[in-house]
Structures are given as structure tokens and as C-alpha cells.
């Protein structure tokens, strides 16, 4: 079975600062991929970015940036310079055949960034 | 854009009535799901769909059933609802497996009183 561990329940933050948003993930699976979605307080779930298991290139996308280490089996997640409109629950996921191409997610990161 | 449409945002109903829960995607993806979100517990599988007629239990089908008659619907049913039944609830599709994400609707908050 595939397991999304997002040990961090909840993190408050103040503008400008930089915070990280921690996942760990579990499969036996060699080809698998990795996803981080953002859940706004209307509700609905946004894709962000999407990583194979045989890219271990970090990516940065503006003010976002991801830290893929399979060594650790960590897929993390970064903002740079926080705002408010960052404020939102961010779920990371993980695809996998051993799970049958179902998604799993981790339960969640409460962000609240404070002007 | 693909669009997936939850038909309410928010319904209330009570113990005992049958409900419906209606998702809509218009991109002709082949593979549905509906999960339910609640604090602490985040995103749960209710079932999903690779085909119209088919579905799958997910990991927490009991007191649900749904429909998948054309490609394009896919509806959750709750037979008779309960209070527990109370919840966020989220349908998504994709286009592939395995490396697709998902398209996520707005969601429907449903109260059970």
C-alpha cells in the first residue's frame, strides 16, 4: 500500500517569510509520481505541479519551488517570500500502478500567512 | 479548461432521504472520483470510474453507491443519509493514469440534519 505523510497539521506565518511544507511518501512501486495541490477557501483543489519518480530535478516556478529526494523519500515544498493569498490548505499526492493509478493524499497543511 | 461541475455547492437534507450528488466534466476524460473531506482526516476515496458503466469501491464506499451512465456524469448516491454523512464532498477527473493529476470540481458541502 502507498502512504502521504504530511506531518505538519497547521503553520502560521507572517508576509515576506519563507516557509516549507514537508511530505514524505511510501510506495513499492520504482515508477510513480508525485503532485502538490492548493485549496483555497472556496473550496476547490488546484494542481500545482506534478514530478516522476525518475526526475529528481528541483523545479522552481516564481515564488514556488519543490525539493524532490528519493534517498529520503521526500517531495517538499517551498514559498519564497510568502503573501497572503498563499493562505490555503496544500495536499500533496502520490500516484503509483501498486495503487492501482489512484491518487493518495496526505492530509493536508493548514498555511495561514499573516499581514 | 477543463471544467468539472458539481451540480450544488451547498445542500442540506435529512436522516433517512436519498441523495444525489451530481459531477459533470466537459474534456471527455475518461476516469471519475469522488472523495469526501473532513478536518484531520483530509481526502478520502469514496469510488471511482475508468468507464462509463463501470466503478470501483474506493476506500470508503459503504452507505454510498453511484452512477456512471455516460462518460461525461458521474453521480454519488447516498442511499438513505445519515448524520456522518455530513461533509465536504469532491469529484474529480483525469485524463490518464498514473500520470495525470486530477481535476478537481468546487466541491458540495452537504448537511445531514
Known amino acids: 500500500a502507498q502512504k502521504v505523510t504530511q506531518a505538519q497539521t497547521e503553520i502560521s506565518v507572517v508576509e515576506k517569510e519563507d516557509v516549507t511544507l514537508d511530505c514524505v511518501y511510501e510506495?513499492?512501486?520504482?515508477?510513480?509520481?508525485l503532485f502538490w495541490y492548493k485549496q483555497p477557501p472556496s473550496g476547490e483543489l488546484v494542481f500545482l505541479i506534478r514530478?516522476?519518480?525518475?526526475?529528481?530535478q528541483n523545479e522552481i516556478s516564481g515564488r514556488y519551488s519543490w525539493n524532490f529526494q528519493k534517498s529520503t523519500s521526500s517531495f517538499n515544498f517551498t514559498i519564497t517570500a510568502s503573501q497572503v493569498v498563499d493562505s490555503a490548505v496544500y495536499f500533496c499526492?502520490?500516484?503509483?500502478?501498486?495503487?492501482?493509478?489512484?491518487?493518495?493524499f496526505g492530509k493536508g497543511t493548514l498555511l495561514t500567512v499573516n499581514p | 479548461d477543463v471544467k468539472v461541475t458539481q451540480s450544488s455547492r451547498y445542500l442540506v437534507k435529512r436522516t433517512g432521504e436519498k441523495v444525489f450528488l451530481e459531477c459533470v466534466q466537459d474534456?471527455?476524460?475518461?476516469?471519475m472520483f469522488w472523495y469526501r473531506q473532513d478536518p484531520g482526516l483530509g481526502l478520502r476515496l469514496i469510488y471511482f470510474?475508468?468507464?462509463?458503466?463501470?466503478?470501483e469501491k474506493g476506500d470508503i464506499p459503504e452507505g454510498y453507491s453511484v452512477s456512471r451512465e455516460k462518460k461525461e456524469r458521474f453521480s454519488l448516491i447516498l442511499e438513505s443519509a445519515s448524520t456522518n454523512q455530513t461533509s465536504m464532498y469532491l469529484c474529480?477527473?483525469?485524463?490518464?493514469?498514473?500520470?495525470?493529476?486530477?481535476?478537481f470540481g468546487s466541491g458540495t458541502r452537504l448537511t445531514v440534519v
Open positions: 474529480a477527473s483525469s485524463l490518464g493514469v498514473l500520470d495525470y493529476g486530477y481535476t
Open positions: 510506495t513499492r512501486d520504482t515508477t510513480y509520481y
Open positions: 514530478r516522476n519518480s525518475f526526475d529528481e
Open positions: 499526492a502520490l500516484s503509483s500502478r501498486s495503487s492501482n493509478y489512484k491518487l493518495t
Open positions: 474534456m471527455d476524460h475518461e476516469n
Open positions: 470510474s475508468y468507464d462509463v458503466k463501470m466503478k
